[in-house]
C-alpha cells in the first residue's frame, strides 16, 4: 500500500532518525501541489514533474527504506520506478532534490555515502554542491535606525516577494501562516524579510532584502528575529538552508554544517 502521511512520517523516522522530520515536515515537503509517493510502507520514494513552456522537469524528493528492508535492492528499484514515472510524464531530466520552493534536502548531502554511491551507480551525473550553515539561536543585533522588525500578519512581505523574489512567495506566505516570517519596516515600508521553518522545523529561509536596503544592517536584524523566535521555540541552534550569500552568514557567526551534491539524470 502507498504510505500516508503517517506511515511515510514512521518510515522516515526509521529510515532517517538523524533527520527528525515531523508530521508537518513531510506533509510540507511531500505533500505538495504535484508531487506523489510511490512504493510502500518499507521503502518509499517522492517525486514531483513540473512543466514549463512545453518542457518537463522532474525531482526525486525523498528516497527512503526501512532499515529492515535495506540491502535487498529496495533503493535501487524505487530509483527505476521513478525514472520511469518522470519519463511516463515526458520529462526530459531526473533531478536529486533541490526542488524548490518545497525540499527537503537542496540536494544529496555528502555524509549519506551509500546515497550517493547508489545513485552514481543509477547514471546520475554531478553538476554542483549546496550547503547549510548552522547558527546559534542566541544570534542578536539590532535594526539600523529608521527601521523595526515585526513579526508578519499582513502582506508587506509577500507583496516584496511577488516583486522581487517571486521564486520564494510559496515558502513566504506558508511561514506567514505558521507564524514564523518576521518583516522589517521603514516608513511604513516593507524592506526585507525572514522566514523560518516553512519546509523543515528550525531551519531558516527564505530571507531576502529590498536591493536598494542591502548592506546597511536590515538583514541581520532579520536573522536575529528568526533566531529569537527559534530560541524561544525551545532550538538552541538553526540551520541556514540551501545558503546563497556565505559571506554574509559567516560575518554573522554561522559556520558550514552540511554540503549537498546536486545531480541530475537524463531520461
Known amino acids: 500500500m502507498t504510505p500516508d502521511l503517517a506511515s511515510l512520517t514512521a518510515l522516515c523516522a526509521a529510515a532517517l532518525p538523524e533527520e527528525r522530520l515531523s508530521v508537518?515536515?513531510?506533509?510540507?515537503?511531500?505533500?505538495?501541489?504535484?508531487?506523489?509517493?510511490?512504493?510502500?510502507?518499507?521503502?518509499?520514494?517522492?517525486?514531483?514533474?513540473?512543466?514549463?513552456?512545453?518542457?518537463?522537469?522532474?525531482?526525486?524528493?525523498?528516497?527512503?527504506?526501512?532499515?529492515?528492508?535495506?540491502?535487498?535492492?529496495?533503493?535501487?528499484?524505487?530509483?527505476?520506478?521513478?525514472?520511469?514515472?518522470?519519463?511516463?510524464r515526458g520529462a526530459s531530466e531526473l533531478h536529486l532534490a533541490n526542488c524548490a520552493p518545497r525540499y527537503v534536502w537542496p540536494g544529496v548531502d555528502f555524509a549519506f555515502i551509500a546515497a550517493l554511491a547508489m545513485f552514481e551507480a543509477c547514471g546520475f551525473e554531478p553538476y554542483g554542491a549546496e550547503c547549510n550553515m548552522a547558527i546559534p539561536t542566541s544570534f542578536r543585533a539590532p535594526p539600523p535606525a529608521g527601521v523595526t522588525t515585526e513579526q508578519e500578519e499582513g502582506e508587506g512581505a509577500l507583496d516584496l516577494a511577488r516583486r522581487r523574489y517571486p521564486f520564494w512567495v510559496d515558502e513566504t506566505e506558508r511561514a506567514i501562516a505558521l507564524g514564523s516570517c518576521f518583516a522589517a519596516r521603514a516608513d511604513g515600508e516593507t524592506v526585507g524579510f525572514a522566514c523560518h521553518s516553512p519546509n523543515r522545523a528550525g531551519w531558516i529561509g527564505p530571507m531576502a532584502t529590498d536591493p536598494d536596503r542591502q548592506r546597511g544592517g536590515v538583514g541581520r536584524a532579520l536573522l536575529a528575529a528568526a533566531c529569537a523566535d527559534l530560541e524561544r521555540r525551545g532550538h538552541r541552534s538553526a540551520e541556514i538552508a540551501w545558503v546563497g550569500p556565505v559571506g554574509f552568514y559567516a560575518k554573522c557567526g554561522a559556520t558550514v554544517s552540511r554540503v549537498f551534491r546536486t545531480a541530475k539524470l537524463t531520461l
Not at 510502500?40 to 514533474?49: C, F, K, L, R
Not at 529496495?74 to 525514472?83: D, F, Y
Request: proline share 3%; aromatic share 4%.
Open 24 to 88: 508537518a515536515d513531510v506533509e510540507a515537503c511531500c505533500f505538495g501541489p504535484d508531487t506523489e509517493v510511490l512504493g510502500d510502507e518499507g521503502a518509499a520514494a517522492v517525486v514531483t514533474v513540473r512543466s514549463s513552456a512545453d518542457v518537463a522537469g522532474a525531482w526525486l524528493l525523498l528516497v527512503a527504506v526501512h532499515p529492515d528492508e535495506q540491502r535487498r535492492g529496495r533503493g535501487r528499484a524505487l530509483v527505476e520506478t521513478v525514472v520511469a514515472h518522470a519519463r511516463e
